[in-house]
T-cell receptor
Framework: DARVTQTPRHKVTEMGQEVTMRCQPI?????VFWYRQTMMQGLELLAY????????DSGMPKDRFSAEMPDATLATLKIQPSEPRDSAVYFC???????????????FGPGTRLTVL | GNSVTQMEGPVTLSEEAFLTINCTYT??????LFWYVQYPGEGLQLLLK?????DKGSNKGFEATYRKETTSFHLEKGSVQVSDSAVYFC???????????FGTGTSLTVIP
């Protein structure tokens, strides 16, 4: 049963600390998305990668957020320094974009619930 | 530009009632359309999809038809159950596959 996994599931930290969230996409998927979900803003796309290259990170605050894919099996989202307003659930999703296909179905991980005090 | 608009919630229904959640979209070209469901404490799961006009997606008793003439993809279920209580998201993917847009979500609560 192929699934997207995310670690940690919960993270509580203090303002100013670095936070790293990890995601393992489904094997064979070539597209990875990072989303943030809050009650106020709903679901926001932060960044996404295709074949490990960043395609769009316009939704991400560049001064403190960074996203990378060191290899095809790992995506990371870092916040440094973290702030209370970063408290949210962060979702990773993966999908397969193949040549000639015109839709992208996304498979979501369970999320990382981040609380910044 | 591309966007998805879905009806505001929350929606509260009695068990076995009929459900409709409206979704309309704006897109250039020929997008694919999706409904995702999010149960409490979980990530989003694909519920159903349609990739071209007049396609009907269906799953678990839910249905939605891709209507290009009205740019709509309304979600329906004939008889809801308590276990259907969740947040439902309408979404589209552009035909280049490079952009993905979600609606704001509609919370559904089904009471016994």
């Amino acid at each position: 049963d192929a699934r997207v996994t995310q670690t940690p599931r919960h993270k509580v930290t203090e303002m100013g600390q670095e936070v790293t969230m990890r995601c393992q996409p489904i094997l064979g998927h070539n597209t990875v998305f990072w989303y943030r979900q809050t009650m106020m803003q709903g679901l926001e796309l932060l960044a996404y990668f295709r074949n490990r290259a960043p395609l769009d990170d316009s939704g991400m605050p560049k001064d403190r957020f960074s996203a990378e894919m060191p290899d095809a099996t790992l995506a990371t989202l870092k916040i440094q320094p973290s702030e209370p307003r970063d408290s949210a659930v962060y979702f990773c999703a993966s999908g397969l974009r193949a040549s000639g296909r015109f839709y992208n179905e996304q498979f979501f991980g369970p999320g990382t619930r981040l609380t910044v005090l | 530009g591309n966007s998805v608009t879905q009806m505001e919630g929350p929606v509260t229904l009695s068990e076995e009632a009929f459900l409709t959640i409206n979704c309309t979209y704006t897109a250039t070209g020929y997008p694919s359309l999706f409904w995702y469901v999010q149960y409490p404490g979980e990530g989003l799961q694909l519920l159903l999809k349609a990739t071209k006009a007049d396609d009907k997606g269906s799953n678990k008793g839910f249905e939605a038809t891709y209507r290009k003439e009205t740019t709509s993809f309304h979600l329906e279920k004939g008889s809801v159950q308590v276990s259907d209580s969740a947040v439902y998201f309408c979404a589209l993917s552009t035909d280049t596959g490079n952009q993905f847009y979600f609606g704001t979500g509609t919370s559904l609560t089904v009471i016994p």
